[in-house]
């Protein structure tokens, strides 16, 4: 590599680290909110996008807990994914719950996520739930960058079953 293309591939280096932030905050602004304890998304009218969380979640008898809602996305250029994180109680710490698939085609879909985090013991009960549905886009040097489509909260009920 020449004295010169390292200097352009550090410059470009540093150019992303400076609009990183701007990028963040431009996706920020468009990622529709919901209020904390709403199972319905405030949906911006110019988004398709939305995702929903049930209000009632199941506990396994092994500890699998498992979370549903329904999401809808319009288009997509990468691969798509509904997430889920769980929090009980006065902890500040989230629990990633599983992500399925999104299939992005402008109609409404259900999803589910299961999971067992090893590091917690949940209970039958009130819980909190954040649910988000994120594209991987191409980035730079093909790198996958996250795009959040759109997120929802619910508080929900941990029934064991």
Known sequence: MSFRQAVGAATGAALLLLLAPTAHALDEALVPSTPADSAVPTVPAASA???TVDAAGRLGSDGTVTLSGTYRC????GP????SSLVQGDS???YGIGGTRAVCDGAEHRWANASRPASATFKAGDAHVEATLMELRPGFMGLPLPHTHAAGRQQVV????
């Open 74 to 77: 319009s288009a997509a250029t």
């Open 80 to 83: 798509v994914f509904v997430s």
């Open 158 to 161: 941990l029934a064991r079953g």
């Open 92 to 94: 500040n710490v989230r």
């Open 49 to 51: 996008d939305w995702v």
